[in-house]
């Protein structure tokens, strides 16, 4: 389905706010709840911030791809894999948060200047399928409000801990 003008620019609003959602939240973590793990098998805050980092620097390729390459392919990755084998804990905090947010701010202004043209493109994604800069839009939009929840339901399984 389609989205309207007007839509597009309230998805691009939420995804130009998601970093400093994302902050407040994390802001909100106790130090020593930052690696803790709310069960085995769930991402700590840390994990989840330094996966934020991670999954931006993708769609900011991806949006790009899906805009400048004809027949785009956009290729998919298990996002698990990469915490373990990346070993998200190692990995620093703050770099992270400073590349989600200017990966957000890099990308809002491209989105703002794109016409229904640009919206228009389509590319393939490894795993999906079909895959249009509008799908772009509707994960990315959401993205970072998903894992501020994340956040602060590990805030509240750790405060009940």
Not at 26 to 44: D, E, F, T, V
Not at 56 to 76: D, F, K, P, V
Not at 105 to 120: H, K, M, Q, V, Y
Request: glycine fraction near 4%.
């Amino acid at each position: 389905m389609t989205l309207s003008a007007s839509e597009r620019a309230a998805m691009i609003d939420r995804y130009e706010k998601g970093p400093e959602l994302l902050k407040t939240a994390l802001a909100k973590i106790p130090k020593p709840a930052l690696q803790w793990r709310p069960a085995p098998g769930k991402w700590s805050v840390h994990e989840v911030i330094v996966h934020c980092a991670d999954s931006e620097t993708n769609s900011h390729g991806r949006i790009r791809t899906l805009l400048a390459e004809e027949q785009a392919m956009i290729q998919g990755y298990d996002q698990d894999r990469w915490a373990q084998r990346l070993d998200y804990h190692a990995l620093p905090l703050e770099p992270a948060l400073a590349t989600v947010t200017a990966v957000r701010a890099n990308t809002t202004a491209l989105l703002r200047r794109l016409g229904d043209a640009e919206w228009s493109k389509v590319g393939k994604h490894s795993e999906s399928g079909t895959y249009s800069a509008e799908d772009w839009l509707r994960v990315y939009a959401e993205h970072l409000e998903i894992h501020t929840r994340q956040l602060e339901r590990n805030l509240t399984a750790w405060n009940n801990r």
